[in-house]
């Protein structure tokens, strides 16, 4: 019984340190994925015409017209990283770059194996901000403070 309390004494304070770090953790995990969905989109508005030439000729897209898509992926990519940064809609936009992520994954052909393991890992993350939600320095934090708790 001695050493369960000895680890409690010594590992209690250890474990509030990282509860601590929680919410920062939270708001980097957004921070990166946003990030690297936010270039892709600046790279697609960049030039359109060259986006939508990708979406009718490289990549595979199943079920939507290829200039659609590229117009729809562009946009997703603008918008959702936003509302991942301020924490707003952010399970929303965690989904729905998940399914960005995943189109992408299966629409285009060539993508070597370091490419996938960029799409998983972001997958990952997204998946993380989906399940945990956004954390405490997010706005949807303190709308649900300020309109849930009451």
């Known amino acids: 019984m001695a050493i369960v309390t000895l680890l409690r004494n010594v590992l209690k304070p250890s474990i509030g340190w990282l509860a601590l770090a929680t919410p920062l953790i939270d708001l980097v995990l957004r921070l990166y994925v946003a990030n690297i ?23 595979q897209v199943p079920v939507l017209p290829p200039a659609f898509a590229a117009y729809l992926a562009t946009y997703a990519e603008l918008i959702f990283p936003i509302l991942l ?9 965690a989904l729905s770059l998940t399914i960005l992520n995943i189109v992408a994954v299966i629409s285009f052909p060539d993508l ?37 708790d009451e």
Do not use: C
């Not at 989109?41 to 939508?52: E, P, R, S, Y």
């Not at 940064?85 to 936009?93: C, H, I, K, N, W």
């Not at 490419?115 to 649900?144: E, F, N, R, S, Y």
């Open 37 to 59: 969905f936010w270039k892709s989109g600046q790279t697609k508005i960049a030039n359109m015409d060259q986006t939508v030439q990708l979406f009718e000729y490289v990549y």
């Open 112 to 148: 070597n194996d370091a490419g996938l393991q960029q799409h998983i890992v972001w997958g990952i993350m997204l998946l993380v901000t989906l399940l945990h939600g956004p954390g405490k320095l997010a706005v949807d934090h303190w709308i649900h403070k300020k309109y849930w």
């Open 85 to 93: 940064v301020l924490g707003l809609a952010t399970r929303f936009a």
